[in-house]
């Protein structure tokens, strides 16, 4: 829908998707119907968001239980934050890609490369994305963001973890092109429980 334009008798203005469902506004524009445009941006992170990438991860610790900390557990200050924000940029094969809606983090994946040798081509996935915003295509669009960055660095490997009743973990993977390698049994413990998780991966 590139270069698409809307008109009626109360609005005007232009917008399209880019490959991945991020709408973009190029102006001059008029929203009149707030629900009709999200302003949603998927980026890379900085050290500037050390503070908001907290906030975002524990918020997701409160409302899933389908990432690893549980409500409470994160103890990372914003200096500790910035540090391994700083960190991870300089690595050159690890990156958090962030959605910001009007401002705000909402969601997130984290893509870990390895560091040594034999093991620097395989990257190790995380992806939280705020309840209220699921189902937007905005994990969709973080791993398409994250494939073309990965495939840029030389990585070969894309691989990750999740629970096994995570449905829409298992869907997005899914369509992406991730597929099943095996189950880890009781590999977490999770509200009083041990939980099986499956090894997931994607071959670039
Ligand atoms: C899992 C998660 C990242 C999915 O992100 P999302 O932005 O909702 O995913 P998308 O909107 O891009 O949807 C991807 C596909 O999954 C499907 N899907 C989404 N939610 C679903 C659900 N609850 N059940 C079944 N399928 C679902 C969508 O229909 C979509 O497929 P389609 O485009 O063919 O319709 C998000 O729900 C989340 O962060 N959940 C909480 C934390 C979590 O589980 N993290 C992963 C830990 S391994």
Redesign the pocket.
Known sequence: MDGTTLSSETLLFEFHYNDHKTVTLTGPFRIVRQDEVHLMQIRKITEADAEDYIELCKK?DDE?D??MLEPGERITNVEQQKNAIHSLLAAGNSMVFVAEDAGKLVGYLGAYGGEFRRNKHKVYVV???LQEY???????ALFAETEKWARKMGAHRLE?T?MVH????L??YR?VGFEIEGIAKDSLFVNGRYVDEYYMAKIL
């Open positions: 997701l899933t389908f990432m992806i939280g994305i699921t189902g937007q295509g905005i994990g969709t990750l999740v995570n449905e829409a973990g869907a997005l369509k």
